[in-house]
């Protein structure tokens, strides 16, 4: 069995068991702010966990294929955030300012996604070209 992404210029395979993670992480993911919402504390809590581990999971799988490295680099510092914020709401909600700090992570994420396309689209140097007409 073959566990490896295959990847050509036009499109890439996931194997089913990747899949299976990453569609189990948006379950987690779901409940996860849904127990935010209603602020059920300890499922909320509990949902981050599993929501971060799959992440980081998926990040690992997809680490061959640069952009989905990059995309999935972002979406792990994005949970990060979240949880850190959904955590400082659900037990420092008197102090409001913690939940700034969560901005690190977030920046940290728009830093992968910044980098991943600048270099991705920058202009690709061509071959030096001579003054000299032929």
Same mark, same amino acid.
């Given at each position: 069995?073959?566990?490896? =992404?295959?990847?050509?210029?036009?499109?890439? &395979?996931? !194997?089913?068991r990747f899949?299976?993670?990453?569609?189990?992480?948006?379950?987690?993911?779901?409940i996860k702010d849904m127990s935010w919402a209603m602020k059920f504390r300890w499922l909320g809590i509990g949902m981050?966990? !599993?929501?971060?581990?799959?992440?980081?999971? =998926?990040?690992?799988? &997809?680490?061959?294929v640069r952009s989905e490295l990059f995309h999935n680099?972002?979406? &792990?510092?994005?949970? &990060?955030?979240?949880?850190?914020w959904m955590i400082c709401e659900?037990?420092?909600?008197?102090?409001?300012?913690?939940?700034?700090?969560?901005v690190i992570p977030f920046s940290f994420g728009l830093m992968f996604i910044a980098?991943?396309?600048i270099t991705e689209f920058a202009p690709k140097r061509s071959e030096p070209q001579s003054d000299v007409a032929a």
């Open positions: 069995m073959n566990n490896s =992404i295959n990847v050509t210029d036009e499109t890439y &395979t996931i !194997p089913r899949r299976i993670a990453e569609n189990m992480h948006i379950v987690f993911w779901l981050f966990i !599993p929501t971060l581990v799959l992440a980081l999971l =998926i990040t690992w799988q &997809t680490r061959r680099l972002a979406v &792990t510092c994005w949970i &990060t955030a979240n949880g850190y659900f037990f420092w909600e008197n102090l409001d300012y913690l939940r700034y700090f969560s980098y991943y396309y």
